[in-house]
């Protein structure tokens, strides 16, 4: 039964677990209805309708796709009532609640219907009202834009600126007249709207009422500026005509009102003549002034409104120009120019000829003579022209205007009758003016003569001056009549009031005492010039006596004091004719000192020149003479210089001959040579002793000179020690030689000696023999030197003959075997011995002959070239050089003197031949000497006559030269006159012509004045030839050639003042017709430019002032006339130019009729360039609308929007509309151009350019506008297909994301919602395509029917919609048959995420701790250790094997997990990777395990044989060192024998630190093995360092401690046995025997020694005293040592030392005398142990770290 019972429940259990399952899934797909449900309502509640027309129209289609979508899912509300249903009938246990659900769902569904019929109606009715906003706004747009044009209060500027607005108002009130019907419509469409009851009524009655409105203020502006354009047009006219008129007024205003009344007689003539033509001008002006009043008249009825300010008359800008060269004015109508200047340019038609304005004056100039400068820019132009607009006063009306313009006029009239007043007046006052100024600048000119301080630089300028003052006073005389003259004309106008009257006035007195000044200057020049001329000939003599003193002093001033002896005599020959010379200046000097007193007393006002002159002569003299005497003394000097420098050049020429002569180094070879070269050695002897003579005269005058202090001291000392220093070096060089040929001296000596006296005797003899007496003084000079020479070297040989004799003599007594040819030898040498000496005498009487010969001969020489100089100087002509005579001639006087002063040089030198012939001394010369006395005589008589001749040609050429002066003055005169009469006198202008009349006037009476001098020029060439003057032919000439010049110029001048008068007539003619000429050009220029106006006002003003113009020309061809009668009558009566007059005549006739045809040529053009501006304005206005429009017809814009198309299409009706009444107005302008170019204007072909060009415009309009119409269309339609497939693409794409999510369910349960879900995604999909997709295509095709121009691009965007629907329903599909597979995977793969999240967690666990006892650090500090962890290792490496068969069990869960693509374990977080990770590093670790543990083994086995290496040696060092210290510490004996052994164990410490460094290099490889303790020995690397210093310190103190007490004791006094007793003292204290002493043991150590009375006292109080003995034994309070102790003690006994210990870890101490301040310290040792500790101290601190 139970079982039974189980059985039913576990059935009625399976049973409802399925219903409930059933009921989930129901639930789940009632839940997305419900979603959407809730989406669908969110959608449908909205209160958005569009914000404008194209968001109603997106609106409207996607509330069509919601409907589809409503309609789409009836299906899916069907399907869950049918299993609603199902439930109810299977008696579900829940089927009430699952009935009441689908009831609730599906009232919702229902529901649905009511809000979307409501929501589609209210969004027509929206998009019904955003039309029509749209629409109003399009109207009111186009009234906006029209609004500003019928508002405008742009009244124009100027004429043409008014008529173009009319124009352009006239096009817009028709443009406005044709939008009407467009306003009308869309007013009607709104009241419809409202009447319907829209929900919009009120938006569109506001719109409505607004848009009517703006309208009929649009028409109310239209209608008023109409009117004000009319108004502002007849006003506009009034303005141009008023500005042409005061443009006019203004520029004859600057005429009238000009300040130039001219700058001479002649140019205010011509301003006269010009502006008698402007007075013309303004009276018929007249006419213009009625008009414009009518005009005002009627226009000011219209000026109700006040008019912006009138601009300013239409200037063009005048140019500026800059002139490039300087330019000359010809005629009155030009202007001059200078280079630099900035002119005004007025007018530049003519190409050559430019019309400009400078500082009011105005005339034309060339145009290659200037340069248009930069205009500023036309924005420049803008703003100043809009500056000036703002800044001008307001023009209350045009009455007003008028009343300014008659007020200018009557001014103008006014002023220009002033004009002709003044005009009239300036030229009586310039011709006045004129006069004056010539007169003034003629007594200018004198006075600027006569008043200079200057009356001559020089005597010829004097004579000169004194000449031409006497001229002058004739010259007065002539002017003084045209002095009356002025003054009556001045007195003249004066009487007729001129109105400079007072200017006239002034100028006549400054006039008058011009001339009385000149009057006075006159007379008190010609007062200076006198005396002048007696100062000026008083400078010319000084003048001539200097520069003959300077001749001299150039000759004194020579630095050539000879070269050698002889030319040393010369010059001091030439010296004393010199001197001779200065004695006949002396008397010369003496003269001029008398004459400067004389002229001292005369003339006071060249005192100063005289004085200074006779300063210059006396100073000058005085300097000549001390300079004489100066080069006297100087040549005396050199004479004795040279005469030294010639004996020195002697003397040192024979030392070095004979230095080398003596110092031979020939060694004789055999008796014969020996006795030879000992002859030639003595020889040399004996000529050195002969010439000591000649060395001690030589040094006695070389003192004497030192002594005088000569000039050249320097240099004679230099000489007298090279003299000596070479004789000393002669004279032990033959000493030297002398000792070694006397041991040869075995030779015969004798046969030598004869030979050398023979030899000897013969060369002297061969010297007499000679006829030569010299030819020369310097040559018998030379030849008596070396007769000297030979009488002294004579008396020396003849000691050596006697020696011959005694020898021989010897020799024979001694009965020699050759005794009888010695007797022989010795007798011939003796008899040619006398005779040698006989002619020696007769040859010293002939050279003195010939030296009294040679000294004659050179004495005439000299005296003979002394006079040929002179007599070149006396026999040139310099006479015939009219330059400075009178200085030539007393430069000759003085000349003269100086040869005359040489008369006894002369006598002297002829009787000193005459006495050497009477002594019969000539040498057989007699009858040279008598040449040479003969040639003196002769010589010197010629040179006094031509002395004699030239002084009286000198005199001839002074009265000739003032004669040619005279002559040249005259010819100067006549050249001057011949250069004025030469002239034809038709000079450029009148005012030449009158000035060479009063100049004429001038000349003659100039000639009458010469006729005087004339005469006296014949009388002097008569008075000449009577005296037979050297030059009397060339006198006479020039006599004879000035009388005919003379008499041929006053026959030119009667001829030229006839020819003066003739050209005055013609120039006068000639002046009237160039200035008409020039009036005629002026015009001509006017006229003949091209510039018929550039717009209509431009050319309407051109036209009236072509007629103002007209009238000119009718006023002035009666003065025209006149001219050409004046020269018909001149032809007439003057037959001078009778040609040229003509030809002027008919040169002016053709220029007259010339200007008449091109005024009339002028008007013609003018009228039709006026109705040519006025057809151009009427095609500028269509162009500037054609290029408009073009602008917008071209525009590529057609809108980026659907709504953007439609209005532009809207906005192109209306151009189309415009662009039919501009046809129309464009046929009218064409008409107009073609009647203009049949009526022949000159502008024909510019009409017919702008005619095609107008009307190609329209064409290309037309086309453009026809081509923008296209393209708007097309684009609509465009856009439309666009919009459609973009909601497709849209909902596509909304549906894309869908399909093409990767989302399949996380689990069994996720994938079922999933299935629901796209069971409905597919229903849609059919619903869509059969709205959308079928008339998106339907579209396409009729657009591509159509051939649209985007046709391509719609069949593209159509075809990849298409591709894309078609993607979108293939991944559906898959979408759906991967849902189903995602199911079947679930299931499988939940079973296999158990098995493998259980055992990777176990496998997991134990990789971690196995890791964990591998990562353990395996540095050990024993061998036991290791072999423990290497124990460890092998039992880990046997568990591994079943841990390997565990993971592979892993593996082959993961493997058949991941077939699955799933991304996570759900039930655990490990993963194989990773558990592959651990298992992989599990296994690397275990090898690097091992490999770390055996290099351990070896590490710990080394270190272990280390640490008993450096055991060993440490305890045997430390060892070593502990005796050490205690023999040291126990040292006994007398203090030598403890220093010697202290010093024992020093060297033994030495020796030690090679082990010590052993052992620190055993401890440094300890630390680097990381070794830091050892169970051997208990002695570190540190502890042994700081040992072995303290033991090495210990030696030095001990050392240093025995030498101190062996100094105490030697030098203090203390004993050995006390210094024991310290030693002993401090031992005993010393408990611990470590060297030092703790302080209260210090303090007990010294109590004991007795040396220190110390107080006993307890422990923790302080004793000052001994503070005090501590703070100077240990300061830093290190603890006292045993030395201390002992200096302590020491200076206890001597009182002499202080020593002060420092001990620092190693007992390092310093002691310092206090008195010598003796370092005794060894602190270089300090320094390096310190060094040493710090180091170990660093590794210490490692270690312990």
């Given at each position: 039964d139970l079982w039974a019972e189980l059985g039913v429940l576990s059935g009625d259990k399976g049973r409802k677990l399925k219903q409930a399952s059933e009921q989930q899934q129901y639930y789940r797909t009632v839940k997305d209805v419900d979603l959407w449900l809730d989406e669908v309502e969110k959608q449908l509640s909205t209160e958005d309708f569009g914000k404008d027309m194209s968001g109603v129209q997106l609106l409207q289609k996607k509330l069509n796709l919601l409907e589809t979508d409503i309609t789409v899912h009836q299906d899916q509300i069907d399907t869950l009532d049918r299993q609603a249903n199902q439930f109810v009938e299977e008696k579900h246990f829940d089927s009430e609640a699952i009935q009441m659900r689908q009831k609730e769902l599906g009232a919702r569904y229902e529901a649905l219907q009511i809000p979307l019929k409501s929501l589609k109606a209210k969004l027509e009715a929206s998009y019904q009202l955003q039309k029509f906003f749209r629409d109003v706004e399009d109207e009111e747009t186009w009234v906006k834009e029209k609004e500003p044009l019928a508002a405008s209060k742009n009244r124009g500027k100027d004429l043409i600126g008014v008529q173009n607005l009319i124009k352009k108002h006239q096009a817009l009130m028709s443009e406005i007249s044709s939008h009407e019907s467009f306003i009308t419509t869309v007013c009607a469409d709104g009241d419809l709207m409202i009447s319907q009851g829209h929900f919009g009524a009120a938006d569109i009655k506001k719109k409505t009422s607004m848009l009517s409105d703006k309208w009929e203020q649009l028409n109310e502006r239209v209608q008023e500026r109409k009117k004000d354009l009319d108004n502002a047009l007849q006003v506009h006219q009034y303005y141009a005509d008023a500005n042409e008129a005061e443009s006019w007024m203004k520029e004859k205003e600057a005429v009238v009102s000009s300040g130039d009344y001219g700058k001479d007689e002649d140019s205010a003539e011509a301003l006269l003549k010009?502006?008698?033509?402007?007075?013309?001008?303004?009276?018929?002006?007249?006419?213009?002034?009625?008009?414009?009043?009518?005009?005002?008249?009627?226009?000011?009825?219209?000026?109700?409104?006040?008019?912006?300010?009138?601009?300013?008359?239409?200037?063009?800008?005048?140019?500026?120009?800059?002139?490039?060269?300087?330019?000359?004015?010809?005629?009155?109508?030009?202007?001059?120019?200078?280079?630099?200047?900035?002119?005004?340019?007025?007018?530049?038609?003519?190409?050559?000829?430019?019309?400009?304005?400078?500082?009011?004056?105005?005339?034309?100039?060339?145009?290659?003579?200037?340069?248009?400068?930069?205009?500023?820019?036309?924005?420049?132009?803008?703003?100043?022209?809009?500056?000036?607009?703002?800044?001008?006063?307001?023009?209350?009306?045009?009455?007003?205007?008028?009343?300014?313009?008659?007020?200018?006029?009557?001014?103008?009239?006014?002023?220009?009758?002033?004009?002709?007043?003044?005009?009239?007046?300036?030229?009586?006052?310039?011709?006045?003016?004129?006069?004056?100024?010539?007169?003034?600048?003629?007594?200018?000119?004198?006075?600027?003569?006569?008043?200079?301080?200057?009356?001559?630089?020089?005597?010829?300028?004097?004579?000169?001056?004194?000449?031409?003052?006497?001229?002058?006073?004739?010259?007065?005389?002539?002017?003084?009549?045209?002095?009356?003259?002025?003054?009556?004309?001045?007195?003249?106008?004066?009487?007729?009031?001129?109105?400079?009257?007072?200017?006239?006035?002034?100028?006549?007195?400054?006039?008058?005492?011009?001339?009385?000044?000149?009057?006075?200057?006159?007379?008190?020049?010609?007062?200076?010039?006198?005396?002048?001329?007696?100062?000026?000939?008083?400078?010319?003599?000084?003048?001539?006596?200097?520069?003959?003193?300077?001749?001299?002093?150039?000759?004194?001033?020579?630095?050539?004091?000879?070269?050698?002896?002889?030319?040393?005599?010369?010059?001091?020959?030439?010296?004393?004719?010199?001197?001779?010379?200065?004695?006949?200046?002396?008397?010369?000097?003496?003269?001029?000192?008398?004459?400067?007193?004389?002229?001292?007393?005369?003339?006071?006002?060249?005192?100063?020149?005289?004085?200074?002159?006779?300063?210059?002569?006396?100073?000058?003299?005085?300097?000549?003479?001390?300079?004489?005497?100066?080069?006297?003394?100087?040549?005396?000097?050199?004479?004795?210089?040279?005469?030294?420098?010639?004996?020195?050049?002697?003397?040192?020429?024979?030392?070095?001959?004979?230095?080398?002569?003596?110092?031979?180094?020939?060694?004789?070879?055999?008796?014969?040579?020996?006795?030879?070269?000992?002859?030639?050695?003595?020889?040399?002897?004996?000529?050195?002793?002969?010439?000591?003579?000649?060395?001690?005269?030589?040094?006695?005058?070389?003192?004497?000179?030192?002594?005088?202090?000569?000039?050249?001291?320097?240099?004679?000392?230099?000489?007298?020690?090279?003299?000596?220093?070479?004789?000393?070096?002669?004279?032990?060089?033959?000493?030297?030689?002398?000792?070694?040929?006397?041991?040869?001296?075995?030779?015969?000596?004798?046969?030598?000696?004869?030979?050398?006296?023979?030899?000897?005797?013969?060369?002297?003899?061969?010297?007499?023999?000679?006829?030569?007496?010299?030819?020369?003084?310097?040559?018998?000079?030379?030849?008596?030197?070396?007769?000297?020479?030979?009488?002294?070297?004579?008396?020396?040989?003849?000691?050596?003959?006697?020696?011959?004799?005694?020898?021989?003599?010897?020799?024979?007594?001694?009965?020699?075997?050759?005794?009888?040819?010695?007797?022989?030898?010795?007798?011939?040498?003796?008899?040619?011995?006398?005779?040698?000496?006989?002619?020696?005498?007769?040859?010293?009487?002939?050279?003195?002959?010939?030296?009294?010969?040679?000294?004659?001969?050179?004495?005439?020489?000299?005296?003979?070239?002394?006079?040929?100089?002179?007599?070149?100087?006396?026999?040139?002509?310099?006479?015939?050089?009219p330059t400075n005579l009178s200085g030539k001639l007393q430069k000759h006087q003085a000349f003269e003197a100086e040869v005359v002063a040489n008369k006894d040089r002369v006598s002297s030198a002829a009787n000193m031949g005459q006495a050497l012939i009477d002594g019969g001394q000539c040498l057989g010369m007699d009858g040279e000497v008598s040449s040479h006395i003969k040639d003196l005589t002769q010589q010197w008589d010629q040179l006094l006559a031509k002395l004699g001749e030239k002084t009286q040609k000198l005199k001839e050429a002074n009265q000739q030269q003032q004669f040619n002066q005279s002559v040249k003055d005259m010819d100067f005169w006549l050249g001057e006159v011949e250069a004025q009469l030469s002239s034809d006198g038709n000079s450029e202008d009148m005012a030449a012509v009158q000035a060479l009349i009063k100049k004429h006037q001038l000349v003659d009476a100039d000639i009458a004045a010469h006729e005087e001098r004339i005469n006296d020029l014949n009388t002097q060439a008569l008075r000449f030839a009577k005296d037979h003057h050297f030059d009397t032919d060339n006198i006479q000439e020039k006599q004879r050639n000035t009388t005919e010049r003379y008499q041929r110029i006053k026959k030119l001048a009667a001829a030229h003042k006839v020819k003066l008068g003739d050209s005055l007539a013609l120039h006068q003619f000639y002046r009237d017709l160039d200035n008409e000429e020039a009036w005629i050009r002026e015009k001509k220029l006017l006229i003949s430019g091209d510039n018929y106006?550039?717009?209509?006002?431009?050319?309407?003003?051109?036209?009236?002032?072509?007629?103002?113009?007209?009238?000119?020309?009718?006023?002035?061809?009666?003065?025209?006339?006149?001219?050409?009668?004046?020269?018909?009558?001149?032809?007439?009566?003057?037959?001078?130019?009778?040609q040229g007059i003509k030809d002027r005549s008919s040169q002016l006739q053709s220029l007259w009729l010339d200007l008449r045809e091109t005024s009339a040529i002028r008007g013609q053009r003018l009228k039709a360039s006026v109705a040519y501006q006025e057809y151009c304005v009427g095609v500028d206005e269509e162009e500037v609308w054609l290029n408009e429009k073009m602008a917008l017809a071209q525009s590529e814009?057609?809108?980026?929007?659907?709504?953007?198309?439609?209005?532009?299409?809207?906005?192109?009706?209306?151009?189309?509309?415009?662009?039919?009444?501009?046809?129309?107005?464009?046929?009218?302008?064409?008409?107009?151009?073609?009647?203009?170019?049949?009526?022949?204007?000159?502008?024909?072909?510019?009409?017919?350019?702008?005619?095609?060009?107008?009307?190609?415009?329209?064409?290309?309009?037309?086309?453009?506008?026809?081509?923008?119409?296209?393209?708007?269309?097309?684009?609509?339609?465009?856009?439309?297909?666009?919009?459609?497939?973009?909601?497709?693409?849209?909902?596509?794409?909304?549906?894309?994301?869908?399909?093409?999510?990767?989302?399949?369910?996380?689990?069994?349960?996720?994938?079922?919602?999933?299935?629901?879900?796209?069971?409905?995604?597919?229903?849609?999909?059919?619903?869509?395509?059969?709205?959308?997709?079928?008339?998106?295509?339907?579209?396409?095709?009729?657009?591509?029917?159509?051939?649209?121009?985007?046709?391509?691009?719609?069949?593209?965007?159509?075809?990849?919609?298409?591709?894309?629907w078609d993607k979108l329903l293939k991944d559906s599909e898959a979408h759906k048959n991967r849902l189903m597979r995602a199911l079947e995977q679930f299931k499988k793969l939940e079973e296999l995420f158990l098995q493998f999240s259980k055992k990777a967690s176990v496998f997991s666990s134990l990789i971690d701790d196995t890791v964990e006892d591998m990562t353990d650090s395996v540095r050990c500090n024993s061998p036991e250790e290791i072999k423990s962890l290497r124990d460890t290792l092998s039992q880990f490496q046997t568990e591994l094997v079943q841990m390997r068969s565990d993971f592979k069990q892993l593996g082959a869960l993961d493997k058949q997990i991941k077939s699955y693509n799933v991304s996570k374990n759900p039930y655990t977080w490990f993963t194989l990777e990773a558990l592959d990770d651990s298992w992989q590093d599990l296994q690397k670790l275990i090898k690097d395990r091992e490999v770390e543990l055996a290099k351990e083994v070896k590490r710990q086995e080394k270190n272990e044989e280390l640490r008993k290496v450096f055991a060993q040696q440490a305890n045997s060092l430390h060892s070593w060192m502990a005796d050490t210290r205690t023999a040291l510490i126990d040292t006994y004996g007398t203090l030598e024998s403890q220093l010697q052994e202290v010093k024992t164990k020093s060297e033994e410490i030495a020796q030690k630190k090679d082990?010590?460094?052993?052992?620190?290099?055993?401890?440094?490889?300890?630390?680097?093995?990381?070794?830091?303790?050892?169970?051997?020995?208990?002695?570190?690397?540190?502890?042994?360092?700081?040992?072995?210093?303290?033991?090495?310190?210990?030696?030095?103190?001990?050392?240093?401690?025995?030498?101190?007490?062996?100094?105490?004791?030697?030098?203090?006094?203390?004993?050995?046995?006390?210094?024991?007793?310290?030693?002993?003292?401090?031992?005993?204290?010393?408990?611990?025997?470590?060297?030092?002493?703790?302080?209260?043991?210090?303090?007990?150590?010294?109590?004991?020694?007795?040396?220190?009375?110390?107080?006993?006292?307890?422990?923790?109080?302080?004793?000052?005293?001994?503070?005090?003995?501590?703070?100077?034994?240990?300061?830093?309070?290190?603890?006292?040592?045993?030395?201390?102790?002992?200096?302590?003690?020491?200076?206890?006994?001597?009182?002499?030392?202080?020593?002060?210990?420092?001990?620092?870890?190693?007992?390092?101490?310093?002691?310092?005398?206090?008195?010598?301040?003796?370092?005794?310290?060894?602190?270089?040792?300090?320094?390096?142990?310190?060094?040493?500790?710090?180091?170990?101290?660093h590794r210490t601190r490692d270690r312990e770290r």
């Amino acid at each position: 039964d139970l079982w039974a019972e189980l059985g039913v429940l576990s059935g009625d259990k399976g049973r409802k677990l399925k219903q409930a399952s059933e009921q989930q899934q129901y639930y789940r797909t009632v839940k997305d209805v419900d979603l959407w449900l809730d989406e669908v309502e969110k959608q449908l509640s909205t209160e958005d309708f569009g914000k404008d027309m194209s968001g109603v129209q997106l609106l409207q289609k996607k509330l069509n796709l919601l409907e589809t979508d409503i309609t789409v899912h009836q299906d899916q509300i069907d399907t869950l009532d049918r299993q609603a249903n199902q439930f109810v009938e299977e008696k579900h246990f829940d089927s009430e609640a699952i009935q009441m659900r689908q009831k609730e769902l599906g009232a919702r569904y229902e529901a649905l219907q009511i809000p979307l019929k409501s929501l589609k109606a209210k969004l027509e009715a929206s998009y019904q009202l955003q039309k029509f906003f749209r629409d109003v706004e399009d109207e009111e747009t186009w009234v906006k834009e029209k609004e500003p044009l019928a508002a405008s209060k742009n009244r124009g500027k100027d004429l043409i600126g008014v008529q173009n607005l009319i124009k352009k108002h006239q096009a817009l009130m028709s443009e406005i007249s044709s939008h009407e019907s467009f306003i009308t419509t869309v007013c009607a469409d709104g009241d419809l709207m409202i009447s319907q009851g829209h929900f919009g009524a009120a938006d569109i009655k506001k719109k409505t009422s607004m848009l009517s409105d703006k309208w009929e203020q649009l028409n109310e502006r239209v209608q008023e500026r109409k009117k004000d354009l009319d108004n502002a047009l007849q006003v506009h006219q009034y303005y141009a005509d008023a500005n042409e008129a005061e443009s006019w007024m203004k520029e004859k205003e600057a005429v009238v009102s000009s300040g130039d009344y001219g700058k001479d007689e002649d140019s205010a003539e011509a301003l006269l003549k010009k502006h008698e033509t402007v007075l013309t001008d303004i009276e018929t002006f007249s006419t213009t002034i009625t008009s414009l009043a009518e005009s005002c008249k009627s226009s000011e009825s219209n000026d109700s409104q006040p008019l912006p300010p009138p601009p300013p008359p239409s200037q063009p800008q005048q140019a500026l120009v800059k002139v490039l060269y300087t330019y000359t004015a010809r005629t009155p109508r030009e202007i001059s120019v200078q280079k630099g200047d900035v002119l005004t340019l007025l007018n530049s038609a003519n190409n050559e000829w430019w019309k400009v304005e400078l500082d009011g004056q105005q005339g034309y100039v060339p145009a290659s003579y200037m340069k248009k400068m930069e205009l500023p820019t036309r924005k420049d132009s803008i703003v100043n022209t809009s500056a000036l607009l703002m800044s001008a006063p307001l023009q209350d009306t045009v009455q007003s205007r008028q009343l300014s313009i008659n007020s200018k006029y009557d001014h103008i009239q006014r002023m220009a009758k002033e004009r002709k007043q003044r005009l009239e007046e300036s030229k009586k006052k310039y011709k006045l003016m004129r006069e004056i100024n010539e007169l003034e600048h003629w007594i200018t000119d004198k006075e600027a003569l006569t008043a200079t301080e200057e009356v001559g630089k020089d005597l010829e300028h004097v004579q000169m001056q004194k000449k031409k003052s006497d001229d002058f006073e004739k010259d007065m005389a002539i002017n003084e009549a045209q002095l009356d003259k002025i003054c009556v004309m001045a007195n003249k106008l004066i009487e007729e009031e001129h109105s400079d009257a007072e200017q006239i006035h002034d100028m006549e007195e400054s006039l008058r005492q011009h001339w009385d000044n000149l009057v006075q200057l006159v007379e008190k020049k010609k007062k200076m010039l006198e005396g002048a001329f007696q100062v000026q000939k008083f400078v010319r003599a000084v003048d001539e006596t200097k520069s003959w003193m300077n001749e001299k002093d150039t000759a004194l001033m020579s630095d050539d004091y000879g070269r050698d002896l002889a030319s040393v005599q010369a010059l001091q020959r030439k010296h004393e004719g010199l001197e001779r010379d200065l004695a006949a200046l002396e008397n010369k000097v003496q003269a001029l000192h008398g004459d400067a007193k004389a002229l001292g007393v005369v003339n006071l006002t060249a005192t100063s020149l005289i004085q200074s002159k006779d300063r210059e002569i006396s100073d000058g003299w005085s300097n000549l003479k001390a300079k004489c005497e100066e080069r006297k003394v100087k040549l005396v000097g050199s004479y004795d210089f040279q005469k030294f420098l010639s004996d020195f050049g002697d003397l040192s020429g024979w030392t070095s001959s004979m230095l080398a002569l003596v110092s031979s180094g020939e060694v004789p070879n055999d008796v014969g040579g020996a006795e030879r070269l000992l002859q030639r050695h003595q020889t040399h002897r004996t000529e050195i002793d002969t010439r000591a003579s000649a060395f001690n005269a030589f040094e006695a005058f070389g003192g004497q000179l030192l002594a005088q202090g000569h000039f050249a001291t320097s240099e004679i000392q230099e000489k007298l020690e090279s003299i000596r220093q070479d004789r000393k070096a002669m004279e032990k060089a033959w000493t030297t030689r002398k000792l070694f040929l006397d041991e040869c001296f075995d030779l015969q000596m004798f046969i030598r000696d004869v030979e050398q006296a023979e030899s000897w005797m013969q060369q002297r003899e061969a010297f007499l023999a000679s006829e030569d007496v010299g030819s020369s003084l310097d040559a018998v000079e030379a030849m008596v030197k070396k007769q000297e020479e030979v009488e002294k070297s004579l008396q020396s040989e003849e000691e050596k003959i006697m020696a011959v004799q005694r020898t021989a003599d010897k020799l024979i007594q001694n009965r020699h075997h050759a005794a009888a040819q010695v007797a022989e030898r010795r007798a011939g040498v003796l008899s040619r011995w006398s005779k040698l000496k006989s002619s020696l005498a007769a040859w010293r009487s002939t050279l003195g002959q010939s030296l009294c010969l040679q000294q004659f001969m050179r004495e005439a020489g000299e005296v003979e070239a002394w006079m040929a100089e002179k007599m070149q100087t006396a026999s040139d002509e310099s006479y015939k050089d009219p330059t400075n005579l009178s200085g030539k001639l007393q430069k000759h006087q003085a000349f003269e003197a100086e040869v005359v002063a040489n008369k006894d040089r002369v006598s002297s030198a002829a009787n000193m031949g005459q006495a050497l012939i009477d002594g019969g001394q000539c040498l057989g010369m007699d009858g040279e000497v008598s040449s040479h006395i003969k040639d003196l005589t002769q010589q010197w008589d010629q040179l006094l006559a031509k002395l004699g001749e030239k002084t009286q040609k000198l005199k001839e050429a002074n009265q000739q030269q003032q004669f040619n002066q005279s002559v040249k003055d005259m010819d100067f005169w006549l050249g001057e006159v011949e250069a004025q009469l030469s002239s034809d006198g038709n000079s450029e202008d009148m005012a030449a012509v009158q000035a060479l009349i009063k100049k004429h006037q001038l000349v003659d009476a100039d000639i009458a004045a010469h006729e005087e001098r004339i005469n006296d020029l014949n009388t002097q060439a008569l008075r000449f030839a009577k005296d037979h003057h050297f030059d009397t032919d060339n006198i006479q000439e020039k006599q004879r050639n000035t009388t005919e010049r003379y008499q041929r110029i006053k026959k030119l001048a009667a001829a030229h003042k006839v020819k003066l008068g003739d050209s005055l007539a013609l120039h006068q003619f000639y002046r009237d017709l160039d200035n008409e000429e020039a009036w005629i050009r002026e015009k001509k220029l006017l006229i003949s430019g091209d510039n018929y106006g550039r717009d209509l006002m431009s050319a309407q003003a051109l036209q009236t002032r072509h007629l103002r113009f007209e009238n000119e020309l009718n006023t002035q061809e009666a003065r025209i006339k006149g001219v050409v009668q004046r020269g018909e009558e001149l032809i007439l009566s003057n037959s001078l130019s009778d040609q040229g007059i003509k030809d002027r005549s008919s040169q002016l006739q053709s220029l007259w009729l010339d200007l008449r045809e091109t005024s009339a040529i002028r008007g013609q053009r003018l009228k039709a360039s006026v109705a040519y501006q006025e057809y151009c304005v009427g095609v500028d206005e269509e162009e500037v609308w054609l290029n408009e429009k073009m602008a917008l017809a071209q525009s590529e814009e057609t809108g980026d929007t659907l709504a953007a198309v439609q209005g532009l299409l809207k906005k192109h009706q209306v151009f189309e509309t415009d662009l039919d009444v501009h046809s129309d107005q464009v046929k009218q302008i064409t008409d107009t151009g073609m009647g203009l170019v049949k009526q022949g204007n000159f502008q024909a072909e510019a009409i017919e350019q702008r005619i095609s060009g107008l009307q190609r415009k329209v064409k290309d309009l037309d086309e453009a506008t026809v081509r923008r119409k296209t393209k708007l269309r097309d684009s609509c339609e465009y856009l439309q297909f666009n919009w459609k497939t973009d909601l497709v693409e849209s909902w596509i794409k909304n549906k894309e994301g869908q399909v093409r999510s990767e989302d399949f369910g996380k689990d069994i349960a996720s994938v079922q919602t999933l299935q629901s879900k796209h069971e409905v995604f597919e229903a849609g999909l059919g619903t869509f395509e059969q709205d959308s997709i079928t008339s998106m295509s339907a579209m396409k095709d009729k657009l591509v029917a159509t051939n649209h121009n985007q046709c391509k691009a719609i069949v593209q965007r159509h075809a990849d919609v298409m591709k894309r629907w078609d993607k979108l329903l293939k991944d559906s599909e898959a979408h759906k048959n991967r849902l189903m597979r995602a199911l079947e995977q679930f299931k499988k793969l939940e079973e296999l995420f158990l098995q493998f999240s259980k055992k990777a967690s176990v496998f997991s666990s134990l990789i971690d701790d196995t890791v964990e006892d591998m990562t353990d650090s395996v540095r050990c500090n024993s061998p036991e250790e290791i072999k423990s962890l290497r124990d460890t290792l092998s039992q880990f490496q046997t568990e591994l094997v079943q841990m390997r068969s565990d993971f592979k069990q892993l593996g082959a869960l993961d493997k058949q997990i991941k077939s699955y693509n799933v991304s996570k374990n759900p039930y655990t977080w490990f993963t194989l990777e990773a558990l592959d990770d651990s298992w992989q590093d599990l296994q690397k670790l275990i090898k690097d395990r091992e490999v770390e543990l055996a290099k351990e083994v070896k590490r710990q086995e080394k270190n272990e044989e280390l640490r008993k290496v450096f055991a060993q040696q440490a305890n045997s060092l430390h060892s070593w060192m502990a005796d050490t210290r205690t023999a040291l510490i126990d040292t006994y004996g007398t203090l030598e024998s403890q220093l010697q052994e202290v010093k024992t164990k020093s060297e033994e410490i030495a020796q030690k630190k090679d082990a010590l460094r052993r052992i620190e290099e055993l401890g440094a490889q300890a630390e680097e093995a990381l070794i830091f303790d050892n169970k051997y020995t208990e002695h570190t690397m540190v502890s042994l360092a700081q040992q072995w210093d303290q033991l090495r310190q210990m030696v030095l103190r001990v050392q240093h401690n025995l030498e101190q007490q062996i100094q105490a004791r030697n030098t203090v006094g203390v004993s050995e046995e006390r210094l024991k007793d310290f030693t002993a003292s401090f031992r005993h204290f010393d408990k611990d025997r470590n060297g030092k002493l703790e302080y209260q043991d210090f303090k007990s150590c010294l109590r004991s020694l007795g040396g220190y009375d110390l107080a006993l006292a307890e422990t923790g109080f302080s004793d000052p005293e001994f503070e005090t003995i501590l703070s100077e034994v240990d300061p830093n309070r290190y603890d006292v040592c045993v030395h201390m102790c002992v200096h302590m003690c020491v200076c206890v006994c001597a009182c002499v030392y202080v020593h002060v210990c420092m001990c620092m870890c190693v007992c390092m101490y310093v002691c310092m005398c206090v008195w010598c301040a003796h370092l005794c310290s060894t602190l270089k040792d300090w320094l390096r142990i310190s060094g040493r500790l710090h180091v170990i101290c660093h590794r210490t601190r490692d270690r312990e770290r």
